[in-house]
């Protein structure tokens, strides 16, 4: 799931992960930066409407691992760090922090005089409190892992907050990245019964006002934030599941900001008017989209199916038809081009008449001529489950149903609505095949996607892959600083996804966001176009909505 805070390395859960890296692109055109030239001083003011596919789920970040819940928690929390517009750590709460010679202890100077949004001082006993919470085993969180890795957390002093561990933890330092949350609202409260997951309190540069589930959650500026107040003073959130909906609220002024579907990118906005009211980008996304199987299910347990099933779709179609050439096949789970990735892994080009040779291997025959495999009496047929309101996954769902069908395979698909497709299929492990999506972090440790410890419900290995070796490597890969030696457990890694395939890596797609003209301050960077929101601003003359 595209995610619009890029005030990243919040989340490495769902949506997630993908480990990507960057670099920004900009329109063909010269028009992303038109507009933003001589207009005075920023002026505080106005509102950014935002249009979002889905709802958000919870607004605690400990209980979330969606896209929508991320991009307000992102908005509303802080962490102790946080990535620059460069993807270089830079300090958020914490003013600046010390590594010890050996890497195995940070301690954290925190900045003094940040508030909660209820105005209560904020100290180094959240910090901890916020470790205690993530390594509660009565916290069903996605989260957990790297913090388990803590052998001590200590507070010093009211804005000194040290941890140490027992093995080096390369991404020790960006995990806490994590939001911090609130010891004094939430200390005795049983997790998942409280309050705040409707009406969140941070410290962070939006304060919530209100959430009408299925419908909006609006925010306003945090006077008191730490690096300042933000100049636009009000974000609201539009649910609208259905992108054609939503472009048509863009177009009619009910929205300041979406993500473009291709077809709307290339072929619904070039044209000198939406020009003069919209900013277009585009740059790789922080995201790649995938087929994954179950493995619980004894037709997925047959490497060889898995194979063929990758062999018989055919990745550049959907990249064509679907997303107009605003994407790249995906190989794995490192975009190509970063420094994890490896381009000699196995391949699966589209090849029918390959993906028809491993069914049969693997015992498939079309027995009763009605063209559907069967073996045993059974069917080589499946469901596949994806989320309303993502019209690319969709649309990649029925050419996948469709090519697939002409190996002889049957295939239904089915579009669930958000919220429930996450409770009642995903977190469960109540399907079949899912088309989804990672999204998330810049360092390659995706532990909690591919371990074998994650496959427990809500956990983040939900297609339940266990390999041994992989194990290893995983765990290698986190616990060196070594980027040679993080790089050689990592191809290994992903050799044996590409022989695996428990994934059929999809594409990479392209983000294409679209914002009104009014908006001046956007820096497009490697980190997108949103790590600078709270300094984006609307000159006095343009300002839409007051207050």
Same mark, same amino acid.
């Given at each position: 799931?595209?995610?619009?805070?890029?005030?990243?390395?919040?989340?490495?859960?769902?949506?997630?992960?993908?480990?990507?890296?960057?670099?920004?692109?900009?329109?063909?055109?010269?028009?992303?930066?038109?507009?933003?030239?001589?207009?005075?001083?920023?002026?505080?003011?106005?509102?950014?409407?935002?249009?979002?596919?889905?709802?958000?789920?919870?607004?605690?970040?400990?209980?979330?691992?969606?896209?929508?819940?991320?991009?307000?928690?992102?908005?509303?929390?802080?962490?102790?760090?946080?990535?620059?517009?460069?993807?270089?750590?830079?300090?958020?709460?914490?003013?600046?922090?010390?590594?010890?010679?050996?890497?195995?202890?940070?301690?954290?100077?925190?900045?003094?005089?940040?508030?909660?949004?209820?105005?209560?001082?904020?100290?180094?006993?959240?910090?901890?409190?916020?470790?205690?919470?993530?390594?509660?085993?009565?916290?069903?969180?996605?989260?957990?892992?790297?913090?388990?890795?803590?052998?001590? =957390?200590?507070?010093? $002093?009211?804005?000194? #907050? *040290?941890? &140490?561990?027992? @093995?080096?933890?390369?991404? !020790?330092?960006?995990?806490?990245?994590?939001?911090?949350?609130?010891?004094?609202?939430?200390?005795?409260?049983?997790?998942?019964?409280?309050?705040?997951?409707?009406?969140?309190?941070?410290?962070?540069?939006?304060?919530?006002?209100?959430?009408?589930?299925?419908?909006?959650?609006?925010?306003?500026?945090?006077?008191?934030?730490?690096?300042?107040?933000?100049?636009?003073?009000?974000?609201?959130?539009?649910?609208?599941?259905?992108?054609?909906?939503?472009?048509?609220?863009?177009?009619?002024?009910?929205?300041?900001?979406?993500?473009?579907?291709?077809?709307?990118? =290339?072929?619904?906005? $070039?044209?000198?008017? #939406? *020009?003069? &009211?919209?900013? @277009?980008?585009?740059?790789? !996304?922080?995201?790649?989209?995938?087929?994954?199987?179950?493995?619980?299910?004894?037709?997925?347990?047959?490497?060889?199916?898995?194979?063929?099933?990758?062999?018989?779709?055919?990745?550049?179609?959907?990249?064509?038809?679907?997303?107009?050439?605003?994407?790249?096949?995906?190989?794995?789970?490192?975009?190509?081009?970063?420094?994890?990735?490896?381009?000699?892994?196995?391949?699966?080009?589209?090849?029918?008449?390959?993906?028809?040779?491993?069914?049969?291997?693997?015992?498939?025959?079309?027995?009763?001529?009605?063209?559907?495999?069967?073996?045993?009496?059974?069917?080589?047929?499946?469901?596949?489950?994806?989320?309303?309101?993502?019209?690319?996954?969709?649309?990649?769902?029925?050419?996948?149903?469709?090519?697939?069908?002409?190996?002889?395979?049957?295939?239904?698909?089915?579009?669930?609505?958000?919220?429930?497709?996450?409770?009642?299929?995903?977190?469960?492990?109540?399907?079949?095949?899912?088309?989804?999506?990672?999204?998330?972090?810049?360092?390659?440790?995706?532990?909690?996607?591919?371990?074998?410890?994650?496959?427990?419900?809500?956990?983040?290995?939900?297609?339940?892959?266990?390999?041994?070796?992989?194990?290893?490597?995983?765990?290698?890969?986190?616990?060196?600083?070594?980027?040679?030696?993080?790089?050689?457990?990592?191809?290994?890694?992903?050799?044996?996804?590409?022989?695996?395939?428990?994934?059929?890596?999809?594409?990479?797609?392209?983000?294409?966001?679209?914002?009104?003209?009014?908006?001046?301050?956007?820096?497009?960077?490697?980190?997108?176009?949103?790590?600078?929101?709270?300094?984006?601003?609307?000159?006095?003359?343009?300002?839409?909505?007051?207050?």
């Amino acid at each position: 799931m595209n995610s619009l805070n890029n005030r990243i390395g919040l989340f490495a859960g769902l949506l997630v992960l993908c480990c990507l890296w960057l670099v920004c692109g900009c329109d063909r055109r010269d028009d992303n930066l038109a507009g933003q030239g001589k207009t005075g001083p920023p002026t505080a003011g106005d509102t950014l409407i935002i249009g979002s596919g889905a709802d958000a789920v919870t607004l605690l970040p400990v209980l979330a691992s969606d896209g929508t819940s991320g991009d307000i928690n992102g908005l509303v929390y802080d962490g102790l760090v946080r990535y620059d517009k460069d993807l270089n750590i830079e300090g958020e709460l914490a003013e600046r922090w010390d590594i010890s010679p050996d890497n195995l202890t940070l301690t954290f100077h925190l900045r003094q005089g940040v508030r909660w949004h209820d105005g209560a001082p904020f100290t180094a006993e959240d910090v901890l409190f916020t470790y205690r919470l993530l390594v509660d085993p009565n916290t069903p969180t996605a989260y957990a892992e790297r913090y388990r890795q803590v052998a001590t =957390a200590e507070v010093l $002093d009211a804005h000194t #907050f *040290r941890v &140490r561990y027992l @093995k080096p933890l390369a991404t !020790a330092l960006i995990s806490w990245a994590f939001p911090i949350h609130p010891r004094h609202l939430l200390e005795g409260v049983e997790i998942i019964k409280s309050p705040l997951a409707s009406h969140p309190v941070g410290t962070g540069p939006y304060r919530f006002v209100a959430w009408q589930r299925g419908e909006k959650i609006v925010l306003e500026a945090n006077p008191d934030y730490f690096e300042g107040p933000p100049y636009i003073q009000r974000v609201l959130y539009r649910v609208i599941p259905d992108p054609s909906t939503m472009f048509l609220e863009m177009q009619s002024g009910g929205l300041d900001y979406m993500g473009l579907t291709p077809l709307q990118y =290339a072929m619904q906005t $070039d044209t000198p008017a #939406f *020009r003069r &009211r919209f900013r @277009k980008y585009h740059y790789p !996304a922080f995201a790649y989209t995938y087929l994954g199987y179950n493995l619980r299910r004894p037709i997925f347990q047959d490497k060889r199916v898995r194979q063929a099933l990758s062999f018989a779709i055919d990745k550049q179609e959907i990249i064509d038809g679907v997303l107009l050439g605003f994407g790249q096949v995906a190989r794995g789970p490192y975009k190509p081009g970063s420094w994890a990735h490896n381009p000699e892994v196995q391949q699966y080009p589209y090849d029918p008449q390959r993906a028809r040779t491993l069914l049969a291997e693997a015992g498939w025959q079309d027995s009763d001529g009605d063209g559907v495999l069967d073996r045993n009496g059974q069917p080589l047929a499946f469901t596949i489950v994806t989320n309303q309101g993502n019209d690319q996954r969709i649309k990649a769902g029925e050419i996948i149903q469709r090519r697939l069908s002409e190996v002889g395979v049957k295939v239904k698909l089915r579009v669930i609505e958000w919220a429930a497709f996450l409770k009642e299929f995903i977190n469960p492990g109540n399907f079949d095949a899912t088309i989804l999506g990672w999204s998330g972090g810049i360092d390659p440790d995706v532990y909690n996607v591919w371990h074998s410890s994650k496959t427990g419900p809500g956990e983040l290995n939900f297609i339940a892959f266990h390999n041994a070796e992989v194990d290893q490597l995983l765990e290698a890969g986190r616990r060196t600083f070594d980027q040679g030696e993080r790089k050689r457990a990592y191809d290994q890694f992903q050799e044996i996804l590409a022989e695996e395939q428990p994934y059929t890596f999809l594409y990479v797609p392209e983000s294409l966001p679209v914002v009104a003209a009014r908006f001046r301050g956007i820096e497009p960077a490697p980190a997108g176009i949103m790590h600078n929101f709270t300094r984006w601003y609307v000159p006095a003359e343009e300002q839409k909505y007051s207050r």
